[in-house]
């Protein structure tokens, strides 16, 4: 059974940080591009950041307005992908989604979702 277990989420002040953390399980963590996204309330779910399995580039993206504020890593030994906010704001708020899809087929999975609320 494939899970994909996030945590780390809370609620921070504006400028505040936070880390999220995905644990992968039941699948070939090498086999898979983890991404994370985010839905916020009234709004479609958008990619945050997104990294490549060992076996590419290793390549890594970030959404525009992240960019320099989040870190996304992977631990491939652990099958964990991690997400560093830093000076986080209030339009972060959001449910955060950790998302993997396999390279060879395309076949993608979710976790359940953790909340990211920053106010202050």
């Known amino acids: 059974q494939v899970q994909l277990v996030e945590s780390g989420g809370g609620s921070v002040q504006p400028g505040g940080s936070l880390r999220l953390s995905c644990a992968a399980s039941?699948?070939?963590?090498?086999?898979?591009?983890m991404a994370w996204y985010r839905q916020g309330s009234g709004n479609a779910r958008e990619l945050v950041a997104s990294?490549?399995?060992?076996?590419?580039?290793?390549?890594?993206k970030y959404a525009d307005d992240v960019k320099g504020r989040f870190t996304i890593s992977r631990d491939n030994a652990k099958g964990m992908v991690t997400l560093q906010m830093s000076s986080l704001k209030l339009d972060d708020t959001a449910v955060y989604y950790c998302?993997?899809?396999?390279?060879?087929?395309?076949?993608?999975?979710w976790g359940q979702g953790t909340q990211v609320t920053v106010s202050s």
């Open positions: 990294i490549t399995n060992v076996t590419t580039s290793g390549g890594i």
């Open positions: 998302n993997a899809e396999n390279v060879f087929n395309g076949l993608e999975f």
């Open positions: 039941g699948i070939i963590f090498n086999f898979y591009n």
